[in-house]
């Protein structure tokens, strides 16, 4: 009998094909495993900016009084985040399934997590027993398809950022591990500073309908600074860069 596997794309898919992508099945999604010499990638982020889709990542939105007590029975989350704040998480009792993520607050009562496409049904499916049987006020919902998500790397991608967002982009504002949300090219979005390794590092999530949009604009906005784009391959180089 022949299995058939559904094939997963992000928005970004065709503009990724126009640019000349190698693409892999990462997880049930296909993505960019590079453009060209992942090497030549990383020193053009080094030296400028790049951008990576990561629209693929698990989005996971939880609502509620209860929602920061629920991620810290079910994750390892040594403090809970302040609003508009960011903070690293680990799974806990949640078995196959080792993986990392982050937990952003955006408000007293709504956080959302962030995490690898691998594990994000696991997460999604520990989460909604938890909330069947505990008596806990806090919804769950899964955004991973209703969200684009591009990260933007390199000394600089503030001041890309910057051409395109009333956000403050000062030094250090938002600093590593924070977040806020405003409008980018005129787009209602969240932007997570992450660092990605050594380097300044953005991640702005958006509806998947203006996915296409931002990353042109983007790309646009960081002409000057010689952007490119990235894969998967850049992105692991730079992930474990000093």
């Known amino acids: ?37 992942p090497e030549e990638e990383v020193r053009a982020v080094q030296a400028g900016v790049g951008l990576c889709d990561i629209s ?3 989005k996971l939105d939880l609502k509620g009084k209860e929602s920061a007590s629920v991620l810290q ?6 403090t809970i985040p302040r609003v508009g704040q960011v903070t690293h998480i680990s799974l806990k009792n949640i078995a196959n399934a080792p993986s990392e993520g982050l937990c952003c607050r955006l408000g007293s009562d709504h956080l959302l997590v962030v995490i690898e496409c691998s594990t994000a049904g696991a997460v ?7 909330l069947a049987t505990a008596d806990q006020c806090a919804h769950l919902t899964n955004l991973t398809s209703a969200l684009a998500a591009v990260q933007l790397v390199g000394p600089y991608s503030r001041d890309v950022l910057r051409k395109l967002t009333a956000l403050d982009l000062s030094p250090n504002q938002p ?10 090219a005129k787009v209602h979005a969240l932007v997570v500073r992450a660092d990605l390794g050594s380097q300044l590092a ?8 203006f996915g296409v949009y931002l990353w042109d604009a983007l790309r646009d906005a960081g002409q000057e600074f010689g ?11 730079l992930r474990v860069e000093g």
Request: net charge neutral; glycine share 10%; hydrophobic share 40%.
């Open 1 to 37: 009998m022949i299995t058939l596997r559904p094939v997963k794309r992000t928005v970004l898919h065709y503009t990724h094909l126009a640019l000349g992508a190698v693409m892999v099945d990462d997880q049930g999604w296909q993505r960019p495993e590079r453009y060209g010499s």
């Open 56 to 58: 693929p990542l698990g």
């Open 73 to 78: 029975q079910l994750f390892s989350l040594g």
């Open 124 to 130: 999604e499916q520990s989460l909604t027993q938890h």
């Open 175 to 184: 600093a590593d591990l924070t977040c806020a949300q405003g409008g980018v």
């Open 202 to 209: 953005y991640e702005i999530y958006c509806g998947r309908e």
């Open 227 to 237: 952007a490119v784009p990235f894969g998967l391959a850049a992105q692991r180089l």
